[in-house]
């Protein structure tokens, strides 16, 4: 699989305070890579690194085959950004505001106008294209946002929290229009503070804290780094519970709910092991449930934060 991203040593400071540690990223082709973080770790600086927008004090950069520094130009017009405010003219309408972008990429008249069409009928706006955007829901105005951000047709997208603020319907409907992106064959390089959505959509997840890189890998593959797996058993009588107990030793008891807590990955083998010793020992089960840590237990546990979610409830 081609690269679509690739920096080595990426450092930024400014002053005396770190926000990029020398970070090394790899970003395939065709696919989602998210970058977690809590508030202030570097997320938004290492975008606005990787799209030309503000210059690293050092590091290794290609992006779309083109060396960042040597080539900004091909870089920005292989690229398109969203970043987490919406660049939505409210003043104009949404066709206005595609139009006005395919200006401002000279795609002339009529190509822009035609352009503009394409994209409204893509995020489902065309019944909106000739209303302001000010009267537009949160949600379609991030849908314009990212409409705007592909006038140009480019081969790599850096969507910058792009779902902060919406609804739950909006969000989801925003991650059908990014999936439906990479079916495409665009590169997605996504930067979240919802732990769902890139558990969701990524296909690679970098969690950055401190300016560092403290894990990376698939969703999966993260999950598998936090212990904490088990299964619950609950049984309907005392006997089968103190039965159990002598069966499953590992097991932590709790004998006024009657549950087992069994440690267990989640993986079919291993449930398929714990299921066989309880039909061996014909053992009667109430209930059943796998417990397997989440990104949420993921991100905790390598930046020391809660996530955004479980701040926000706390």
């Known amino acids: 699989m081609s690269t679509a991203i690739e920096a080595r040593g990426l450092h930024k400071s400014y002053g005396d305070k770190v926000v990029l540690a020398g970070i090394d990223l790899t970003v395939a082709e065709g696919t989602i890579f998210s970058l977690l973080g809590p508030n202030g770790a570097g997320k938004t600086t290492a975008v606005q690194i990787l799209s030309t927008l503000i210059t690293a004090d050092a590091g290794a950069i290609r992006v779309a085959g083109h060396d960042l520094a040597a080539e900004p130009d091909a870089v920005r017009a292989a690229i398109g950004v969203t970043g987490q405010f919406s660049a939505v003219d409210g003043l104009l309408t949404g066709r206005e505001n595609l139009i006005m972008m395919a ?16 994209l409204l009928e893509q995020f489902d706006l065309v019944e909106a294209g000739g209303k302001l955007a000010m009267t537009y829901s949160g949600g379609m105005k991030r849908r314009l946002d990212l409409a705007m951000t592909l006038v140009g ?5 850096f969507l910058d929290e792009p779902t902060t603020g919406l609804d739950p319907r909006s969000r989801h409907n925003m991650w059908t229009t990014i999936r439906a992106l990479v079916a495409t064959g665009v590169t997605v390089f996504l930067t979240t503070q919802y732990l769902e959505e890139a558990d969701q959509l990524a296909d690679q997840i970098a969690v950055l804290d401190h300016g560092q890189l403290v894990a990376e890998g698939t969703p999966e593959q993260l999950k598998r780094l936090v212990p904490g797996g088990h299964v619950l058993l609950r049984f309907n009588s005392p006997e089968e519970f103190t039965l159990a107990g002598q069966v499953l030793t590992a097991g932590v008891p709790n004998p006024e709910a009657l549950t087992l807590q069994v440690p267990n990955d989640g993986s079919v083998l291993a449930l398929r092991d714990l299921l066989t010793r309880i039909e061996d020992s014909s053992l009667e089960v109430g209930e059943l449930t796998v417990h397997t840590p989440d990104l949420d237990d993921v991100f905790f546990a390598v930046t020391g934060q809660p996530t955004h979610e479980k701040a926000l409830s706390a």
């Not at 047709?153 to 997208?157: E, F, K, T």
């Open 153 to 157: 047709s480019p081969r790599i997208i």
């Open 103 to 118: 200006d401002l990429g000279h795609l002339g008249r009529r190509a822009a106008r035609t352009r503009a069409d394409e």
